[in-house]
T-cell receptor, first 114, second 110 residues
Framework: AQTVTQSQPEMSVQEAETVTLSCTYD???????LFWYKQPPSRQMILVIRQEAYKQQNATENRFSVNFQKAAKSFSLKISDSQLGDAAMYFC???????????FGKGTRLSVIA | SQTIHQWPATLVQPVGSPLSLECTVEGTSNPNLYWYRQAAGRGLQLLFYSVGIGQISSEVPQNLSASRPQDRQFILSSKKLLLSDSGFYLC?????????FGQGTRLTVV
């Protein structure tokens, strides 16, 4: 079974600084999808960024970017110019295909210090 | 555009009482539908998923069941709640491997 591991239960960053959240996963498949979701205090799950495994180029969305290392099965999220609104739980997730559910890590709680 | 509605937002139920949480999706047809549970300080645990009407897959043995009576309706039920059923329940619909979530239901069993 596929598993997703987030080894950092909590992280903190100074406002305007950069922080990297780690994620590793275990799979024997070659074609899959990876995601980072944000869960603010409202608990609404918000998609931050997605990466298709067949794409070598790392995905970016404004201040959010990933470092996808397929051979190492690593998928880290970098948040640049951190803002107070970035404070949330961040979940890394894996999906095999369009009809299979997402498998989530246990999350990393990010605090942003003003 | 697609939207997902989940209700109620908050629920307090006594042990042994029944449960029914409803989720509906608008703006898409034949979506994949999911129920996840998030316990305090933990990640999201998949409870059920459905790829079509009447097709339900259960991921973990538990006190809960799910049904999909209509294409865009997904219901989470229990006949008798346990204290351990407390948690935050999230409904989601999926397309192209991506999941879109409802606002969740905080269930407290007392």
């Amino acid at each position: 079974a596929q598993t997703v591991t987030q080894s950092q239960p909590e992280m903190s960053v100074q406002e305007a600084e950069t922080v990297t959240l780690s994620c590793t996963y275990d799979t024997s498949e070659s074609d899959y999808y990876l995601f980072w979701y944000k869960q603010p205090p409202s608990r609404q799950m918000i998609l931050v960024i997605r990466q298709e495994a067949y794409k070598q180029q790392n995905a970016t969305e404004n201040r959010f970017s990933v470092n996808f290392q397929k051979a190492a099965k690593s998928f880290s999220l970098k948040i640049s110019d951190s803002q107070l609104g970035d404070a949330a739980m961040y979940f890394c997730a894996y999906s095999l295909s369009g009809n299979t559910p997402l498998v989530f890590g246990k999350g990393t709680r990010l605090s942003v210090i003003a | 555009s697609q939207t997902i509605h989940q209700w109620p937002a908050t629920l307090v139920q006594p042990v042994g009482s029944p449960l029914s949480l409803e989720c509906t999706v608008e703006g898409t047809s034949n979506p994949n539908l999911y129920w996840y549970r998030q316990a305090a300080g933990r990640g999201l645990q998949l409870l059920f998923y459905s790829v079509g009407i009447g097709q339900i897959s259960s991921e973990v043995p538990q006190n809960l069941s799910a049904s999909r009576p209509q294409d865009r309706q997904f219901i989470l039920s229990s006949k008798k709640l346990l204290l351990s059923d407390s948690g935050f329940y999230l409904c989601a619909w999926g397309v192209r491997a991506e999941a879109f979530f409802g606002q969740g239901t905080r269930l407290t069993v007392v």
